[in-house]
């Protein structure tokens, strides 16, 4: 993150970029992060579309596929946080292109699978914890007895 966020914004979109920080920033909003997303963006416009005067599918696309490094359920947020960028800029261009939400990357979240125990088992680990030397049942240790109750 760190390059990124010490540029001066230099794309064709800078000027839309900051105005678009400004506001939000004026309603209340930190944006941090969201800033790094445009300097990311505003870079990689700057080095490959440097001649641009319309945000087209075609850069949204090459940015994309710029960050193929990036989990799909950030990458998802990334872009989601950009199109919304882009129905700002959508009022004063007209032609700005406008991402789909149903092509973004489908955020996975793996269920964890619960783990069920039995009372035989709570009863054999309550018994471990109480059984276990005083100078092992420490706060850190898992099994500590104040952990275990039910």
């Known amino acids: 993150m760190g390059s990124v966020t010490t540029r001066k914004l230099g794309s064709f979109l800078a000027r839309s970029m900051q105005d678009f920080l400004v506001l939000h920033r004026a309603l209340g909003c930190k944006y941090r992060s969201q800033e790094w997303v445009l300097r990311n963006l505003d870079c990689y416009l700057a080095t490959h579309h440097p001649k641009g005067r319309v945000f087209t599918a075609a850069m949204f696309?090459?940015?994309?596929?710029?960050?193929?490094g990036v989990s799909p359920s950030v990458r998802s947020s990334w872009m989601g946080f950009l199109r919304r960028f882009c129905l700002y800029l959508v009022r004063t261009a007209p032609t700005t292109f406008i991402p789909d939400p149903r092509d973004f990357p489908?955020?996975?979240?793996?269920?964890q699978v619960p783990c069920l125990l039995s009372k035989n088992d709570v009863a054999r680990l309550a018994s471990?914890?109480?059984?276990?030397?005083?100078h092992v049942r420490t706060s850190?240790?898992?099994?500590?007895?104040?952990t275990i109750r039910l």
Do not use: C, N, T
């Not at 696309?61 to 193929?68: T, V, Y």
């Not at 489908?106 to 269920?111: D, E, S």
């Not at 850190?140 to 104040?146: G, K």
């Open 61 to 68: 696309h090459g940015w994309e596929a710029d960050q193929s």
């Open 106 to 111: 489908k955020r996975h979240h793996q269920a």
């Open 128 to 134: 471990a914890a109480i059984q276990m030397p005083r």
């Open 140 to 146: 850190e240790h898992p099994l500590r007895p104040h």
